[in-house]
């Protein structure tokens, strides 16, 4: 069954629920109440906002190119959320079963950047294009590091399924003969007999710990957040490549900025951090990661492993969130040299030493 | 019959078309409900609410473009890892030649890799990666006319600006 039933309404009920968090801990970080205004403590807040932008007039300037200008939007809204199609759900209830998952993610994700730049360029505003342009030269910046960290996950997973690579890391593992189960690369250690959180990635595999910090900060870069949103950063550009979209063509561009949020953080997930299982592991006599999975096939499978991924998912934007609102933004050329002078070869190296890490517990 | 990919690119196709049916659903709801009175000032190009000069496709700097370059080569090379990473220790392979293939795989990505770090290290050392930091250098021509002369000329030519003439007839 396709998760596209999943993933429309969840998508929406995820923007409304992450607008409202964002400005919450906005205000609670700054010192203020937030909305307070509809329903009980502005919890109505996003619903209204969905209404004004739904009822607000699409203003397209007239030096901008009216059929781009309204597409582009549509078109990174489409990608973006077409990039979901290969994350699974649960365990049982996988995403589109292509082998090549996380390349085709990564490409669809690629896109976004595409169609923001169209976006910024057709505008024909000067804020517009020098935004335009920042999408550009970020994306150079950060999609090598992007492409890198997510290798060194492929090198000890061996393929591109996500569906594969969460059920990997997980209590009673499929065993992969070339991949090791060691704990720490101790022989003897054989985490798929304890589960939890010793058998992710992370742990698994001690130098893709580093990959996931490296890849937690790029999904920073490559989701425009602060401290990297300089495409839009208000403060200096107005609105950067939406400074002129109104109405229904913003309210997809906002969309999109919150999947992509999403997207990421369950990518992350799903490479490093065990997908949908359980953080608990198989004690002696305590068996808590059986307690906290149910068994597989069942409906208690189904509601632990989509629970425990979207938990997981979900904290990591928050994490985020706080993020953007304590990190001051960092200037355009330290973005640039932060990719390609620390990032890349850290990347870089991680993938070799991860490659020895495989080599050495081989056997 | 179809395949396990065709079924897999079936299911993209309807994340797809699902994705067109809420962007068609919204711009539908939205168009019976937003009001539609474009008028001149409306559609004007916003510059901080000052009457917009000239077109925005000026000139700009891409002073990055040796970066785009590197891009290009880096972009290429991660096309070549990830079958290289599909491949490397493949259990049949590695097992029909007592773990003889990983060990050579694995060599082989490696003088892959460095020869690419030492291509990165170049770039850095020639300053491509770091010199995206503009430092104006002061120029350091003496001139032979002394800088009075340029403000005695600065003096008699310079005139109250337009919207300033009001307020010194007002004195």
Known sequence: ?363 | MMGIEQIAFLEILTFIAGALLLVGLGSLTSALLQPNLPNEAKLCTYESGEVPTGGSWGKFNARFYVIAIIFMLFEAETVLLFPWAMVWANPTLNEATEGLWARYTAMSIVLFIVPLGIGLAYMWRQGHLASTHPCPIPPTFASKVPKAHYEQINHRYASTPRRLQHIQKAK
């Open chain 1, 1 to 363: 069954m396709t998760t596209l039933l999943f993933y429309l309404p969840f998508l929406l009920l995820f923007v409304l629920g992450a607008g409202y968090a964002e400005r919450k801990i906005a205000a609670w970080i700054q010192d203020r109440l937030g909305p307070t205004e509809v329903g009980y403590r502005g919890l109505g807040q996003p619903i209204a906002d969905l209404f004004k932008l739904l009822q607000k007039e699409s203003i397209v300037p007239a030096a901008a190119n009216k059929v781009l200008f309204v597409w582009a939007p549509a078109w990174i809204f489409v990608v973006v959320f077409t990039a979901f199609a290969v994350l699974p759900v649960t365990h049982a209830w996988r995403g589109a079963p292509t082998a090549t998952g996380a390349l085709y993610l990564l490409a669809m994700a690629s896109l976004e950047a595409v169609g923001l730049f169209v976006a910024g360029w057709i505008s024909h505003n000067k804020y517009a294009q020098l935004g335009a342009m920042r999408v550009l030269w970020q994306f150079l910046a950060y999609e090598i590091p992007l492409s890198l960290s997510v290798l060194s996950v492929m090198i000890v997973s061996q393929t591109l399924d996500l569906h594969a690579i969460a059920a990997q890391q997980g209590l009673n593992a499929p065993t992969c003969t070339s991949v090791s189960a060691c704990w720490l690369g101790t022989k003897g250690i054989d985490v798929a007999q304890w589960g939890g959180i010793l058998s992710w990635n992370i742990l698994r595999v001690p130098p893709l710990c580093v990959s996931y910090i490296l890849f937690f900060v790029i999904s920073l870069v490559a989701c425009h957040r602060a401290p990297f949103d300089l495409p839009e950063s208000e403060s200096e550009l107005v609105g950067g490549y939406h400074t002129e979209y109104s109405g229904l063509c913003f309210a997809w561009l906002m969309l999109t900025e919150y999947s992509m949020l999403l997207l990421m953080s369950l990518l992350g997930v799903i490479l490093f951090l065990g997908g949908g299982h359980t953080p608990f592991p198989n004690l002696p006599g305590l068996p808590l990661g059986s307690w906290t999975s149910g068994l597989a096939g069942t409906w208690a499978s189904h509601i632990w492993s989509g629970g425990w991924l979207f938990t997981k998912a979900l904290l990591i934007i928050l994490i985020q969130m706080i993020i953007r609102w304590t990190f001051p933004r960092l200037r355009f050329d330290q973005v640039i040299r932060l990719c390609w002078q620390y990032l890349t070869p850290a990347a870089l190296l991680l993938c070799l030493l991860t490659l020895w890490w495989q080599l050495c517990t081989l056997d």
